[in-house]
T-cell receptor, first 114, second 111 residues
Framework: KAGVTQTPRYLIKTRGQQVTLSCSPI?????VSWYQQTPGQGLQFLFEYFSETQRNKGNFPGRFSGRQFSNSRSEMNVSTLELGDSALYLCASSPDGGGYNEQFFGPGTRLTVL | GENVEQHPSTLSVQEGDSAVIKCTYS??????FPWYKQELGKGPQLIIDIRSNVGEKKDQRIAVTLNKTAKHFSLHITETQPEDSAVYFC??????????FGEGTQLTVNP
C-alpha cells in the first residue's frame, strides 16, 4: 500500500497570505489528523477529520481550519499567516481513529513564512 | 490536559550498546502509548506501541515497558546500529487520534 502523501513538500509565503496544504491518507483509512511541528513547541495536535467531519480539535486559533472530502483526502488552510506559523505540518492517517489508534504519518509540508 | 515529559533530550551510545529513553505522562486516562522514530527530512515512523493493559512488549531489538502506577513508559533498544540514529518521540493518548508527544530524544549511535 502507498503511504500517506502530502503536497506540496515545501512552501514559502509572506505574512498576511493564506495557504492550503493537502493530504492523501493510506487507502482505506478514514481518519486524518494534522499536527504542527516546530523546534520550540514540538509536535502539537491541530485537528482530526473523520467521515468529512471535524471530530477533535487542538488549541490553535481559528486561522487554522481544515476539511475532508468523501474520498478521505484532507486539506488544511491557514489564513493571515504569521511568522510563527513557520513549521513542518504533518498529516497522519488511521483506519478509523478510535480506540488503540495506530497513526501513520506523511513526510510533511515545510512552510516558511517571511 | 495531558502532559508528556521525555528524557534524555540527547543520547549518544557506541554501536552495540543499549539505549533507553524514558517518558512520564500526567493523564491517568491515557490508554495508548506509541513510539515514533523521525529521520531527517521525514515524517515520524511508528516503531512500536503499547496498550494500557500490557506491561511489556518486544519486537526484535526494540522493547517498550509501561508502569501505569507510576505513569512511566520506556523504550529500550538493544544492540544499537548506526541506522538507529534519529529523533525518537514518545506519545500518549486517551484513545482516538489525539496524540500528546514528548519533546523528543536525539539518539546518536557512534560506529
Amino acid at each position: 500500500k502507498a503511504g500517506v502523501t502530502q503536497t506540496p513538500r515545501y512552501l514559502i509565503k509572506t505574512r498576511g497570505q493564506q495557504v492550503t496544504l493537502s493530504c492523501s491518507p493510506i487507502s482505506g483509512h478514514r481518519s486524518v489528523s494534522w499536527y504542527q511541528q516546530t523546534p520550540g513547541q514540538g509536535l502539537q495536535f491541530l485537528f482530526e477529520y473523520f467521515s468529512e467531519t471535524q471530530r477533535n480539535k487542538g488549541n490553535f486559533p481559528g486561522r487554522f481550519s481544515g476539511r475532508q472530502f468523501s474520498n478521505s483526502r484532507s486539506e488544511m488552510n491557514v489564513s493571515t499567516l504569521e511568522l510563527g506559523d513557520s513549521a513542518l505540518y504533518l498529516c497522519a492517517s488511521s483506519p478509523d481513529g478510535g480506540g488503540y489508534n495506530e497513526q501513520f504519518f506523511g513526510p510533511g509540508t515545510r512552510l516558511t513564512v517571511l | 490536559g495531558e502532559n508528556v515529559e521525555q528524557h534524555p533530550s540527547t543520547l549518544s551510545v557506541q554501536e552495540g550498546d543499549s539505549a533507553v529513553i524514558k517518558c512520564t505522562y500526567s493523564d491517568s486516562a491515557s490508554i495508548y502509548f506509541p513510539w515514533y522514530k523521525q529521520e531527517l527530512g521525514k515524517g515520524p515512523q511508528l516503531i512500536i506501541d503499547i496498550r494500557s493493559n500490557v506491561g511489556e512488549k518486544k519486537d526484535q531489538r526494540i522493547a517498550v515497558t509501561l508502569n501505569k502506577t507510576a505513569k512511566h513508559f520506556s523504550l529500550h533498544i538493544t544492540e544499537t546500529q548506526p541506522e538507529d540514529s534519529a529523533v525518537y518521540f514518545c506519545a500518549a493518548s486517551r484513545g482516538g487520534s489525539r496524540l500528546t508527544f514528548g519533546e523528543g530524544t536525539q539518539l546518536t549511535v557512534n560506529p
